[in-house]
């Protein structure tokens, strides 16, 4: 199936995105709706959750995105394969994000990812970047005890405000492999945007977050 081409960069502040979406009913969206919940904030064209779902079949996973076609594209690919586990939602995590999560089964939402996001890089535009203060409060108020942050960027600069953001939150701990600031890998399984940027021999800045 060719790739469909969407514009990379899209507003979360335009008008046509600020409507909350109405959250599914999660019994018709995956087949066991208390098995633990891994969340991608930003899922793009849905591959990262492919392996993961198709890895881990005792969890749920829930990729968000704000270009529709991505969307559409990657549902067509999980409902081709049957899985019962996975689902992408269009919708835009600024005004959706807590409609979503208090409609879910209470204490199912145990991971969550940020992987790669719009960096945004004019400072009159750091209100369009996905980690803002609401989202973190948000993800505070939901996920469970223990439960895990994972963010990654090349950007150093947004790995590092995305850490600040977290880090603010007294609900997150920061976790350190001993080697240095960031993690030298993904604990969980590449994107297919980890992987350009590895070839290119360019930095990749990981962090782990867990709630207290």
């Known amino acids: 199936m060719p790739l469909i081409r969407v514009r990379q960069h899209v507003n979360p502040l335009a008008r046509k995105f600020q409507t909350p979406i109405d959250p599914p009913i999660w019994e018709q969206v995956f087949s066991q709706t208390n098995q633990p919940l891994h969340m991608d904030i930003g899922s793009g064209r849905g591959r990262f959750l492919l392996q993961m779902a198709q890895r881990e079949l005792n969890w749920n996973f829930l990729g968000l995105e704000i ?8 549902n067509r690919l999980a409902n081709q394969l049957d899985w019962q ?4 939602l269009f919708c835009n995590v600024n005004n959706s994000l ?3 999560l208090s409609s879910l089964p209470t204490g199912v939402l145990q991971r969550v990812t940020i992987q790669f996001p719009d960096p945004w890089f004019k400072s009159r535009h750091a209100k369009r970047r996905v980690v803002q203060p609401q989202l973190v409060a948000h993800l505070a108020n939901y996920l469970v005890v223990g439960g895990e942050v994972f963010i990654q960027s090349d950007q150093h600069f947004l790995a590092t405000q995305m850490c600040d953001r977290l880090q603010e939150h007294p609900a997150f701990t920061r976790v350190f492999n001993g080697v240095g600031e960031w993690l030298s890998e993904n604990p969980l399984v590449p994107t297919e945007r980890e992987i350009a940027t590895q070839n290119k021999g360019e930095p990749i800045y990981r962090a782990l977050f867990v709630k207290r």
């Open 67 to 74: 270009r529709e076609p991505l969307v559409m594209e990657a």
């Open 85 to 88: 586990n996975l689902h992408y």
């Open 98 to 100: 807590e409609p979503i």
